[in-house]
């Protein structure tokens, strides 16, 4: 099942924004960090799972070991107990463990924005098209005051046109409506003069 990417990029984002401020703490000397970030990882690890990426979230949960181990005194490269140092050992795979974050998520965060660009590209030129030939204004999508239903009733119709439908279906292949209206919303934004906010991202609010 495909997942939406608007409110999962938000997601990915939220956790960003954690993780960079343990960075700035953790570089700063707080002793803090190692408190907080027990924390982040097990909200990480439930977000992953909640959007469907068991690997990622197993990933995650592998740096959390990683971190207890380390915690403990035994390192987690060797599995030797450390008799001395471990406030060093514990500082050093707490580094590790961020940066680790930090990487997956910008990985993560990379792969949907990428998802969503593809798909944006290909949607501009079935809105355009379906502009000049009328089927936008036809199938009750007004472009200067656009609403989230309006721009779904176009897109169940454009998925059944002669002309639209091979290259709707095509996007339909990779992103779920939600995302669809999103990005059409976004679209007419750029072309009209509709507000640049969009609408927040939530699927309850799409169907």
């Not at 997956?104 to 502009?131: C, F, K, N, V």
């Not at 005051?145 to 009733?153: D, K, L, N, R, V």
Request: aromatic fraction near 4%; hydrophobic fraction near 50%.
């Amino acid at each position: 099942m495909k997942a939406f990417l608007h409110e999962r990029v938000q997601t990915w984002l939220q956790l960003q924004r954690q993780v960079s401020d343990l960075i700035i703490r953790f570089n700063a000397g707080r002793p803090d960090v190692g408190e907080a970030l027990p924390g982040l990882l097990d909200h990480a690890a439930q977000a992953f799972a909640t959007h469907g990426l068991s690997n990622t979230q197993a990933r995650v949960l592998e740096l959390r070991a990683q971190l207890l181990m380390a915690e403990r005194g035994i390192d987690p490269s060797t599995l030797v107990r450390q008799s001395s140092r471990r406030r060093e050992l514990s500082a050093r795979f707490t580094f590790r463990v961020l940066m680790a974050m930090s990487e997956q998520l910008r990985d993560s965060l990379q792969q949907d924005d990428s998802t969503l660009a593809g798909a944006r590209q290909q949607l501009a030129p079935i809105l355009l098209a379906g502009m000049q030939t009328g089927f936008v204004a036809s199938a009750g999508l007004d472009i200067d005051a656009p609403s989230q239903a309006a721009i779904g009733m176009f897109w169940r119709a454009a998925l059944t046109d002669v002309s639209l439908g091979m290259a709707a279906r095509q996007v339909a292949l990779m992103i779920i409506l939600p995302d669809i209206v999103l990005l059409l919303w976004d679209l007419i934004a750029a072309l009209s003069a509709v507000p640049a906010t969009s609408p927040q991202p939530s699927s309850r609010q799409i169907c």
